[in-house]
């Protein structure tokens, strides 16, 4: 019995040229040249072949774009992250503003963004004062208008016909380009005459070596560029030494195979959309959202505030999904909003303030929100103040009930030897509608006294059930195994107060803030394990972002570590005042 190709491919996740049981490697796996592999040596194959190297050899949607990059930064030096914010911009159907001086090659990284698209269009023009829509758009159709009455542009060749354009010197374009820019950036139609045209522009890239003059009109068109960043020269000196000492700029050629088909395209499209949203970075963005509010609140009159539309937002958004998806994410990651910081700023001067920002709001994300901090910050606080509270027990207890020996009610009427005590502090803590455990240990200091002590499970797991005691609070009294006894109170005293609960036990509290702290371990693990490996390998992050995530995981290992430290002093401290007493 044999099983053709065609039959036993679909076993396997993916069809890919890569893949064992396709193209050129068939051979070599013993299929027949017919496209038949006989039964038993396919399931033989099927062993060897775990799911893990099958996946490792697919091609993958990361593996493309990673290849794919490193062919278009061929020659390149210290461009890189610029071309692959590019890339992501293109892939998110957005548009990217590249800012810095006359030399920088900001030209080179729109040539080469226009290789990673297979059969692209592209169309480059350098604005001046002087330049009209017919340069940009096309020329008017003189028969068009001559024979049939129509004002209709011959667009072939031009920006409404191209794939990928570049536009130097953005802001010296006259309104009519501006405007007719804005449907083409935004909606991706070109108005021609009575007609309205979709145009397949993927990616539109702008550079200029000046912000838009304000006053003049442009906020509008500036708005529509999502990723605004900025160029620089080249810093590292041998990067500068091999970018001076090489002779000829060619032009790498990119294997067809890696090139951006429009399918694929749509495609990348279609499925970041379904990328999905954490709770925690929508409230990353309240967070960021806020912080601007609040700068601009407070800015001098002066100083420019920080304008970030919805639209923007919104965009913002679609393309951290795009981040997600092409790093092989089915969330947003913390490390994605990192890219926020290219798509807030409006000045130069703005751009370390909005960095600062999306840091700040990325640590609180991970602290505040995914790892519960202020949660275990309130627990910490009720334990100082139940901590406190031994320190005052005649302001907090009832001032009826007789304190003994500083610390202890008395408990009259119970037959043993001596006197029976109780810590005020846990009778006021507890419960008059549950039972909590008590074992009785004589006072080493006076063994008169036989003191009534919290069980705990774990420390005291040696102590005979039978010397194991249930007590909850009665009114001036206290119930052991469910039978009342009246404790000592002053002679005269007055009535008995309007009951009132008693606060949560000091160790139940403890034991919460120990199960928060190492709950909040086991989860920082999880989330730094996972952050880390996948800014590790991120596409579009810069080394100098990658390094912020290490930064800000390492500054939330330590916020951790102070947590339990103080929790040991706590800890400490009263167990010290127990032996005492």
């Given at each position: ?207 200029s070596n000046e912000l838009p003059a304000k006053g003049e009109g442009l906020e509008a068109l500036y708005d529509r560029f999502l990723i605004r960043q900025f160029v620089g020269c080249i810093e590292q000196e ?344």
């Amino acid at each position: 019995y044999t099983l053709s190709l065609h039959d036993a491919l679909p076993i396997f996740p993916h069809e890919t040229e890569n893949s064992y049981l396709s193209g050129g490697n068939c051979l070599n796996l013993g299929v027949n040249p017919s496209g038949e592999v006989y039964f038993k040596e396919f399931l033989y194959l099927c062993l060897l072949l775990t799911t893990h190297e099958i996946i490792r050899h697919m091609k993958s949607i990361k593996s493309h774009i990673t290849q794919l990059l490193k062919s278009l930064n061929e020659g390149v030096f210290e461009k890189e992250h610029t071309i692959a914010l590019s890339l992501l911009s293109a892939m998110a159907g957005e548009s990217i503003f590249l800012l810095g001086p006359p030399g920088v090659a900001k030209s080179l990284v729109a040539r080469r963004l226009k290789l990673a698209f297979k059969d692209a269009d592209a169309f480059e023009y350098l604005m001046s004062r002087f330049s009209t829509p017919d340069e940009i758009f096309g020329p008017v159709s003189i028969s068009k208008l001559k024979d049939e009455d129509t004002y209709e542009r011959i667009t072939k060749g031009y920006l409404p016909t191209a794939s990928i354009v570049f536009l130097d010197e953005i802001w010296k374009a006259g309104p009519a380009i501006q405007n007719s820019l804005l449907t083409v950036i935004n909606e991706k139609i070109y108005r021609n005459g009575q007609f309205t045209v979709r145009v397949p522009l993927k990616a539109l890239i702008a550079a200029s070596n000046e912000l838009p003059a304000k006053g003049e009109g442009l906020e509008a068109l500036y708005d529509r560029f999502l990723i605004r960043q900025f160029v620089g020269c080249i810093e590292q000196e041998y990067a500068f030494d091999q970018m001076i000492s090489s002779t000829r700029e060619i032009e790498p050629e990119i294997p067809e195979k890696l090139q951006v088909n429009d399918e694929l395209y749509n495609q990348i499209q279609a499925e970041s959309e379904k990328v999905g949203i954490h709770y925690t970075i929508f409230e990353l963005i309240h967070n960021i959202k806020r912080e601007i509010e609040q700068y601009n609140t407070g800015r001098d009159e002066n100083t420019p505030p920080i304008y970030v539309s919805d639209r923007r937002w919104k965009k913002i958004v679609g393309l951290l999904r795009t981040s997600a998806y092409l790093n092989e994410s089915p969330g947003i990651h913390f490390s994605d909003c990192l890219l926020m910081s290219a798509c807030l700023w409006d000045e130069i001067s703005q751009l370390p303030i909005i960095e600062e920002i999306v840091e700040q709001s990325i640590a609180r994300g991970i602290n505040t929100y995914l790892l519960g901090e202020k949660r275990l910050e309130q627990k910490l606080d009720t334990l100082k103040e139940n901590m406190k509270s031994e320190h005052s027990l005649r302001e907090l207890s009832d001032p009826g009930i007789q304190v003994v020996d500083t610390f202890y009610h008395r408990i009259e009427g119970y037959h043993i030897t001596g006197n029976l005590l109780i810590f005020a502090s846990d009778y006021q803590s507890l419960k008059k509608d549950s039972n909590r455990l008590f074992y009785i240990q004589q006072d080493k200091f006076r063994p008169v006294n036989k003191i009534l002590k919290a069980y705990d499970f774990v420390k005291n797991r040696n102590i005979a059930q039978k010397n194991i005691y249930s007590l909850r609070k009665g009114r001036r009294s206290v119930f052991v195994n469910n039978q009342e006894y009246p404790l000592l109170c002053y002679d005269n005293c007055d009535p008995l107060p309007a009951q009132q609960d008693g606060s949560t036990p000091f160790e139940f509290t403890l034991q919460e803030v120990i199960d928060l702290l190492h709950q909040m371990e086991v989860e920082y693990k999880t989330i730094s394990e996972r952050e880390t490996a996948y800014t590790k390998e991120h596409l579009f992050l810069s080394s100098s972002q990658k390094s912020k995530i290490k930064r800000i995981l390492g500054e939330t290992a330590h916020i951790i570590e102070n947590y339990r430290n103080e929790l040991r002093i706590i800890a400490h401290a009263h167990e010290q005042e127990n032996r005492e007493y």
